[in-house]
């Protein structure tokens, strides 16, 4: 079980590392884009729409191990209350497990999304007339990782009340 963890965080850690490779060609487009039109008064025409398309692989690839690190948002309205430590615990887990069912939820649904834009045949209203399936794939990848992400956090909490 401990193997199928690690792989799990290690699979977290791969899509934080191409979140900020993403993150990069961002950066890198921004600077092309902006000598360009400074020194030679060009454009790239495509930065502003592969900028957005790259933030959001960016964004989901990184989900995963943000939740590993737990740098999530965390609201501890209700967990900072709870006297019992056992208690707290408790409802860690069914919220990890709701977490886990939302994840799901949005995943299928993205999967769903991205098939339909496929075989309709969508296409970014661009110059370049981008596939949308390509940068919409971004959305179920990284529900994926967060949702196998969620399955290893649960089991862990479960591994602790043992």
Not at 27 to 49: N, Q
Not at 68 to 81: F, V
Not at 123 to 143: K, N, Q, Y
Request: proline content about 2%; aromatic content about 14%.
């Amino acid at each position: 079980m401990k193997k199928i963890l690690n792989v799990i965080d290690f699979i977290s850690k791969v899509g934080a590392y191409l979140s900020g490779v993403f993150m990069l060609l961002i950066v890198f487009l921004i600077c092309l884009e902006i000598l360009l039109r400074t020194l030679f008064k060009t454009s790239t025409m495509i930065s502003d729409e592969f900028s957005a398309y790259f933030m959001v692989f960016s964004v989901f690839l990184g989900l995963a191990y943000t939740l590993r690190e737990g740098k999530h948002i965390k609201i501890t309205l209700i967990t900072s209350r709870i006297r019992n430590k056992m208690v707290a615990k408790a409802v860690d887990l069914i919220v990890l497990i709701f977490a886990f069912g939302i994840s799901v939820f949005v995943f299928c649904y993205s999967v769903s999304m991205v098939y339909e834009t496929y075989s309709l045949d969508m296409r970014a209203d661009s110059m370049l007339e981008t596939p949308l399936w390509i940068p919409e794939m971004g959305v179920p990848i990284g529900f994926f990782l967060l949702s196998i992400q969620l399955i290893s956090m649960i089991i862990r909490r479960m591994k602790n009340y043992q």
